[in-house]
């Protein structure tokens, strides 16, 4: 890990005064200093240039009879506008924030999975991007940033898509793509990363640092969070728990090796043990992996027999895949979210937690949670406006927390 400098400590505690206003609301300086742990000096040079830039504004002053009046200080919403993109293999959700991280506008274009072409993604991504824009009525000179998530390997600071297997790409230099044809401040990442931010800053990260944030649809990763910090590995790769072995030589997964969570967690794993459930099933015979987490949620309200069975040894899966992580990472928090968890988490986690204590160190098993993140709309989309809000800030010379694991 690189050497922190006196500018990454300035950084980060100025992290930690944006992540108490956005879990406190209106706070005093004095309530910003219990929350974040820094001393009440520190807190107000930080909030004095937060509000110097228009980030923080003095919500309302109060009087206690006693000494000076105290003024409560909030994130200014009106500031600038954001955007955060979510781009899977088969959809673009784009929504529209203000400062305070309040969405505004969400609007989704659907993206045909059997076509691969950056040019037709980008299309995609600058077509939802406007249409939430004219949704929520706001001109693009309000926008401050876009932030993107793009599946698979990506570097944000090289503004490269590394690899993403669906779609072949390798090496992709997608920020640049995307900066000409929005025409906007452009931030990428991938959704590992984007889902842990969300859970960090509106999530069970507001009590618990150690957090991690299971996504699940039609690719399986885990975003991570020790100490309160984002865990990215010098490449950016770090939650790839989708790509962790959980049968040895078992199915073949779509990043070319064999046996990986993916392969069983994943929406086309879970097709594919349906089909040996129950080959004639109906559920089996759906093109779209959309289309076939629907017909198990509705076969599920029904009690139909084969669909319990899937969803028990689809439990089975990630239980045991799930104690790799509880025992390698220790955290205190797992939360589950994603298309998939959306549609059938009502059985499936409840489930999986019925057999997590047996896949689990005893030591371990005994400090962590397991729930589906309650964490409100499209995390992926709000973690990537919340990037795109830091990368506003060091632009303005106000850089925001660092990442660990870097270097």
């Given at each position: 890990?690189?050497?922190?400098?006196?500018?990454?400590?300035?950084?980060?505690?100025?992290?930690?005064?944006?992540?108490?206003?956005?879990?406190?609301?209106?706070?005093?300086?004095?309530?910003?200093?219990?929350?974040?742990g820094l001393s009440l000096a520190t807190v107000s040079t930080l909030t004095s240039e937060l509000i110097s830039e228009g980030?923080?504004?003095?919500?309302?002053?109060?009087?206690?009879?006693?000494?000076?009046?105290?003024?409560?200080?909030?994130?200014?919403?009106?500031?600038?506008?954001?955007?955060?993109?979510?781009?899977?293999?088969?959809?673009?959700?784009?929504?529209?924030?203000?400062?305070?991280?309040?969405?505004?506008?969400?609007?989704?274009?659907?993206?045909?999975?059997?076509?691969?072409?950056?040019?037709?993604?980008?299309?995609?991504?600058?077509?939802?991007?406007?249409?939430?824009?004219?949704?929520?009525?706001?001109?693009?000179?309000?926008?401050?940033?876009?932030?993107?998530?793009?599946?698979?390997?990506?570097?944000?600071?090289?503004?490269?898509?590394?690899?993403?297997?669906?779609?072949?790409?390798?090496?992709?230099?997608?920020?640049?793509?995307?900066?000409?044809?929005?025409?906007?401040?452009?931030?990428?990442?991938?959704?590992?990363?984007?889902?842990?931010?969300?859970?960090?800053?509106?999530?069970?990260?507001?009590?618990?640092?150690?957090?991690?944030?299971?996504?699940?649809?039609?690719?399986?990763?885990?975003?991570?969070?020790?100490?309160?910090?984002?865990?990215?590995?010098?490449?950016?790769?770090?939650?790839?728990?989708?790509?962790?072995?959980?049968?040895?030589?078992?199915?073949?997964?779509?990043?070319?090796?064999?046996?990986?969570?993916?392969?069983?967690?994943?929406?086309?794993?879970?097709?594919?043990?349906?089909?040996?459930?129950?080959?004639?099933?109906?559920?089996?015979?759906?093109?779209?992996?959309?289309?076939?987490?629907?017909?198990?949620?509705?076969?599920?309200?029904?009690?139909?027999?084969?669909?319990?069975?899937?969803?028990?040894?689809?439990?089975?899966?990630?239980?045991?895949?799930?104690?790799?992580l509880v025992n390698m990472v220790n955290p205190e928090h797992i939360t589950l979210t994603g298309w998939t968890v959306w549609q059938l988490g009502r059985w499936l986690v409840p489930a999986t937690q019925e057999r997590l204590e047996?896949?689990?160190?005893?030591?371990?098993?005994?400090?962590?949670?397991?729930?589906?993140?309650?964490?409100?709309?499209?995390?992926?989309?709000?973690?990537?406006?919340?990037?795109?809000?830091?990368?506003?800030?060091?632009?303005?010379?106000?850089?925001?927390?660092?990442?660990?694991?870097?270097?």
């Amino acid at each position: 890990m690189a050497r922190r400098t006196a500018r990454d400590i300035r950084s980060e505690s100025r992290f930690e005064v944006l992540h108490a206003l956005f879990a406190l609301g209106p706070s005093t300086r004095m309530e910003l200093a219990r929350e974040s742990g820094l001393s009440l000096a520190t807190v107000s040079t930080l909030t004095s240039e937060l509000i110097s830039e228009g980030v923080v504004r003095v919500a309302e002053t109060v009087s206690t009879g006693v000494g000076r009046p105290h003024a409560r200080l909030s994130i200014d919403p009106d500031r600038g506008r954001l955007v955060g993109v979510d781009v899977a293999e088969t959809y673009v959700e784009a929504t529209v924030f203000d400062l305070a991280l309040g969405a505004l506008a969400t609007r989704s274009v659907a993206l045909d999975e059997h076509v691969h072409a950056p040019g037709y993604v980008v299309e995609g991504i600058a077509d939802a991007v406007e249409q939430a824009l004219a949704a929520a009525g706001v001109g693009r000179d309000a926008v401050i940033g876009v932030g993107v998530s793009l599946p698979g390997q990506v570097q944000p600071e090289a503004g490269v898509s590394v690899f993403a297997p669906h779609w072949s790409w390798h090496d992709v230099g997608i920020h640049d793509l995307l900066t000409e044809r929005l025409r906007l401040p452009v931030r990428i990442d991938n959704p590992l990363k984007a889902i842990a931010i969300a859970e960090l800053w509106f999530g069970v990260g507001r009590v618990s640092r150690s957090i991690a944030v299971v996504n699940l649809g039609t690719g399986v990763g885990a975003g991570l969070a020790i100490g309160g910090a984002i865990v990215r590995g010098p490449s950016n790769n770090a939650g790839e728990w989708g790509h962790t072995m959980l049968v040895l030589d078992g199915r073949g997964c779509r990043c070319g090796r064999q046996g990986c969570v993916e392969a069983y967690v994943g929406a086309e794993g879970m097709v594919q043990t349906l089909a040996e459930i129950d080959p004639d099933h109906p559920a089996v015979a759906e093109h779209m992996q959309s289309d076939f987490v629907a017909a198990v949620a509705e076969g599920l309200r029904r009690d139909d027999p084969a669909l319990q069975q899937l969803v028990d040894r689809t439990a089975h899966y990630l239980a045991a895949a799930l104690g790799d992580l509880v025992n390698m990472v220790n955290p205190e928090h797992i939360t589950l979210t994603g298309w998939t968890v959306w549609q059938l988490g009502r059985w499936l986690v409840p489930a999986t937690q019925e057999r997590l204590e047996a896949q689990a160190l005893p030591g371990s098993y005994r400090v962590v949670t397991l729930a589906s993140s309650q964490v409100e709309g499209n995390m992926v989309a709000l973690g990537m406006a919340t990037f795109a809000l830091e990368a506003f800030l060091l632009e303005r010379g106000l850089p925001s927390r660092v990442d660990v694991g870097r270097g």
